[in-house]
C-alpha cells in the first residue's frame, strides 16, 4: 500500500528564480525508508519542509495515506522532523525535552509519562532522564531529538541530515540505530543525507536529487551500480 505520494511537486521560492524542486513524482511505500541524497543546494531539505508544512507548494500536490496536505493543517499531518542540530531546549532535562510537544497538545500526564519513560528505554536514554543536554554527548544528544519525534507516534519521520553533527565512528553507530528503530516502529522514513555510505547502509530505496530534480530512482545496489 502507497503511504506518501508525490504528484508533481515543484517549488520556486521566488518567481524570478529557479525553481528548487521541479516535477518531483514518487510513491513510497507503507513502512519504507526512502534516502534523498544529492549535492548542496538540490532541493533535499525543500522536499521535508513543504510535507511538514513550513513552505508551501508551487505546483503539484502530495498525498499522505490518500489525503492532499493541503487540506490538514501542519500539526495534524502526523509527521515528525527531526533536524541535524538536534533543537532542543537547553534549559529542560531531558525528560521534559521528551515530554515537550505531548505537552503542548494537552496530552495526559500519565500518557505523556508512559511514552516518554517508552522512547528512553528504547534509546537508551533511561539513566539521564532527568541530566540537562548540555552533559549529553553529541550522540546522546541525536538520541534525544529522536526519542522527541518518536513520542508524537507520527506516521512520517522526516530527517534532515540527522547525523551531519556528529563524528565519522558515532555516525556508524547512529545510522544503525536509526535503522533499527526503523524496523522496530515499521514507519515511513524520509532520510536526507549527502553521505553515500550512509544511504547505502539504511535505504530501501535511494532517490539522488540534482537541480530540483529526480536523477535516479532504485535499491541501492541499481543506483550504485550503474550511475
Ligand atoms: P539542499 O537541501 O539539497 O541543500 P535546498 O532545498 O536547501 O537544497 O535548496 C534548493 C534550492 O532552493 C537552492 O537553490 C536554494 O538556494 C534555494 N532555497 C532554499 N531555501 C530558500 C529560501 N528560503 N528562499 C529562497 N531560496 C531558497
Ligand atoms: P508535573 O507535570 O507535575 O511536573 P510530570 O509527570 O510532568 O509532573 O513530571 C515532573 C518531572 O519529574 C518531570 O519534569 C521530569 O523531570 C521528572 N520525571 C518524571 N518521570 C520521570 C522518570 N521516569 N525519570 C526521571 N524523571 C522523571
Not at 101 to 124: D, F, H, N, P, Q
Request: contains cysteine; glycine residues 6%.
Amino acid at each position: 500500500m502507497e503511504d506518501v505520494l508525490f504528484q508533481n511537486v515543484s517549488k520556486q521560492y521566488d518567481q524570478h528564480n529557479e525553481y528548487a524542486l521541479k516535477d518531483f513524482t514518487l510513491q513510497v511505500n507503507n513502512g519504507e525508508l526512502i534516502v534523498i541524497v544529492g549535492p548542496s543546494g538540490s532541493g533535499k531539505s525543500t522536499l521535508l519542509e513543504l510535507i511538514c508544512g513550513f513552505e508551501d507548494l508551487t505546483q503539484g500536490d502530495i498525498l499522505i495515506e490518500g489525503q492532499s496536505i493541503k487540506d490538514k493543517l501542519p500539526k495534524d499531518r502526523n509527521v515528525a522532523m527531526v533536524f541535524q542540530n538536534y533543537a532542543l531546549l537547553p534549559h529542560l532535562n531531558v525528560y521534559d525535552n521528551i515530554a515537550f510537544g505531548m505537552r503542548i497538545r494537552k496530552e495526559s500526564k500519565e500518557k505523556t509519562k508512559e511514552k516518554v519513560e517508552w522512547a528512553a528505554e528504547l534509546l537508551e536514554l533511561t539513566p539521564y532522564l532527568k541530566v540537562k543536554p548540555k552533559k549529553l554527548s553529541g550522540g546522546q544528544r541525536q538520541r534525544v531529538a529522536l526519542a522527541r519525534a518518536m513520542v508524537r507516534e507520527p506516521k512520517l519521520f522526516l530527517m534532515d541530515e540527522p547525523l551531519s553533527n556528529l563524528d565519522a565512528k558515532l555516525r556508524d553507530t547512529m545510522v544503525q540505530e536509526i535503522k533499527a528503530l526503523h524496523d522496530t516502529l515499521g514507519v515511513t522514513m524520509l532520510y536526507v543525507t549527502h553521505d553515500q555510505v550512509e544511504a547505502m547502509t539504511i535505504a530501501d530505496r535511494i532517490v539522488i536529487l540534482n537541480e530540483g530534480s529526480i536523477q535516479q530512482v532504485g535499491i541501492p545496489k541499481e543506483v550504485y551500480q550503474n550511475p
